[in-house]
């Protein structure tokens, strides 16, 4: 098909193609067992994996191929051949989905009675996941109380050590607002 396009007095002649429509074919969704061996696996090698890039232990090599290792056994249970980004993607939504749920049964135990317990259950799948999962991760740092009270001793030490894991430098605005000393 030939088409006709004027700009600025000039008109050009090009050719159109008309291209099919394709409908996208969705992936089947992982089976039970396929979630339960990608989080074991990756439980088995999450110091590779979920490691920092830092000194000569952990390497993007060493992380891409355990994250190849993880989908090769993720494949010897599945009906479906899986992908290392599936793989890499289905692992980071059940994170996410098991930090959602984490938090929602922490904001509820921390709330006050009146009315009926909200007990959470967790999948095998999400068990594996939450294990692998720091309480800092699912809960976020402690704030100091309504009253504005600095924090307690254990909390102090629990900041601490978060902030030498993450090299955050003392002293900062960030510290201020948890009731460390100038």
């Given at each position: 098909?030939?088409?006709?396009?004027?700009?600025?007095?000039?008109?050009?002649?090009?050719?159109t193609?008309?291209?099919?429509?394709?409908?996208?074919?969705?992936?089947?969704?992982?089976?039970?067992?396929?979630?339960l061996?990608?989080?074991?696996?990756?439980?088995?090698?999450?110091?590779?994996?979920?490691?920092?890039?830092?000194?000569?232990k952990?390497?993007?090599?060493?992380?891409?191929?355990?994250?190849?290792?993880?989908?090769?056994?993720?494949?010897?249970?599945?009906?479906?051949?899986r992908?290392?980004?599936?793989?890499r993607?289905?692992?980071?939504?059940?994170?996410?989905?098991?930090?959602?749920?984490a938090?929602?049964?922490?904001?509820?135990?921390?709330?006050?009675?009146?009315?009926?317990?909200?007990?959470?259950?967790?999948?095998?799948?999400?068990?594996?996941?939450?294990?692998?999962?720091?309480?800092?991760?699912?809960?976020?740092?402690?704030?100091?109380?309504?009253?504005?009270?600095?924090?307690?001793?254990?909390?102090?030490?629990?900041?601490?050590?978060?902030?030498?894991?993450h090299?955050l430098?003392?002293?900062l605005?960030?510290?201020?607002?948890?009731?460390?000393?100038?």
């Amino acid at each position: 098909m030939r088409a006709l396009f004027t700009y600025c007095g000039a008109t050009v002649e090009f050719l159109t193609m008309a291209l099919p429509y394709v409908k996208h074919q969705r992936r089947p969704k992982f089976s039970e067992t396929e979630a339960l061996t990608l989080v074991e696996e990756v439980e088995r090698r999450r110091h590779i994996i979920l490691g920092r890039l830092e000194g000569s232990k952990v390497t993007g090599e060493k992380k891409q191929r355990a994250w190849e290792e993880v989908t090769a056994l993720v494949n010897e249970v599945s009906r479906v051949g899986r992908t290392e980004e599936e793989c890499r993607r289905k692992f980071k939504d059940l994170r996410s989905l098991v930090k959602v749920k984490a938090g929602k049964e922490q904001r509820h135990l921390a709330g006050t009675g009146g009315g009926p317990s909200d007990t959470t259950s967790y999948t095998a799948v999400e068990e594996v996941v939450l294990r692998m999962m720091s309480p800092v991760a699912v809960t976020g740092l402690p704030l100091p109380d309504s009253q504005g009270a600095t924090m307690s001793k254990g909390n102090k030490d629990k900041l601490q050590l978060w902030s030498m894991q993450h090299k955050l430098i003392p002293g900062l605005w960030y510290l201020h607002r948890w009731g460390f000393p100038h």
